[in-house]
């Protein structure tokens, strides 16, 4: 158990449709990363947060948005969803520090939208 | 952008044997991960390197970080049915440390 969770597990939805994905990191990580895993490209970097500060970003659509609150969990909103979107979506975290490369993984929620 | 080759794609063993897979990277990084996937499950971080040349074990798992900062191995000995999976490595470059991931070893592991 990595400490780092993710909910829900499964999402089935509708093409045109809108989710949130919601990941609460490990206690005292300050950084939130997403990333999405698909067949055909891997594991990508989507995006990160670290202290409610939106710090890189990277292969993300503009369909996509994230955010980070206060408490410092994080949710990633997806809309007007198309059937390319199907995929797992993993939140990582990592804690302040000379080693923030360090990052633990999430289950993922394997997105399936039909 | 970076690449990250990795091989091989996949490897088929006998319970037992050792094995060894490595990622190589058209650029020079300062950290290699390595991380295990699960069917349907996150990456689990195995090793992490961070110095040219460091070599680091976790138990059975032994990583190398290259001489040229552009490549990394990772070697399984005597491996058992539970190695069965996915291997990734993993690179973070710039200062906001998102990682860039291989395509990744599938390993299966014959009883």
């Known amino acids: 158990d990595s400490g780092v969770t993710q909910t829900p597990k499964h999402l089935i939805t509708a093409t045109g449709q809108r989710v949130t994905l919601r990941c609460s990191p490990r206690s005292g990580d300050l950084s939130v990363y997403w990333y999405q895993q698909s067949l055909d490209q891997g594991l990508q970097f989507l995006i990160q947060?670290?202290?409610?500060?939106?710090?890189a970003k990277g292969n993300i659509l503009e369909r996509f948005s994230a955010q980070q609150f206060p408490d410092l969990h994080s949710e990633l909103n997806l809309s007007s969803l198309e059937l390319g979107d199907s995929a797992l979506y993993f939140c990582?975290?990592?804690?302040?520090?000379?080693?923030?490369?360090?990052?633990?993984f999430g289950p993922g929620t394997r997105l399936l939208v039909l | 952008g970076q690449q990250l080759n990795q091989s091989p794609q996949s490897m088929f063993i006998q319970e037992g044997e050792d094995v060894s897979m490595n990622c190589t990277s058209s650029?020079?990084?300062?950290?290699w991960l390595w991380y295990k996937q699960d069917p349907g499950e996150g990456p689990v971080l195995l090793i992490a390197l961070y110095k040219a040349g460091e070599l680091t074990s976790n138990g059975r798992l032994t990583a190398q970080f290259g001489i040229t900062r552009k490549d990394s191995f990772l070697n399984i000995s005597a491996s058992i049915p539970s190695d069965v999976g996915i291997y990734f490595c993993a690179q973070s470059w710039g200062s906001n440390y998102k990682l860039t991931f291989g395509k990744g070893t599938l390993l299966t592991v014959n009883p």
């Open positions: 990582a975290s990592s804690s302040p520090g000379s080693r923030e490369e360090t990052q633990y």
């Open positions: 947060y670290y202290n409610g500060e939106e710090r």
């Open positions: 650029s020079i990084f300062n950290t």
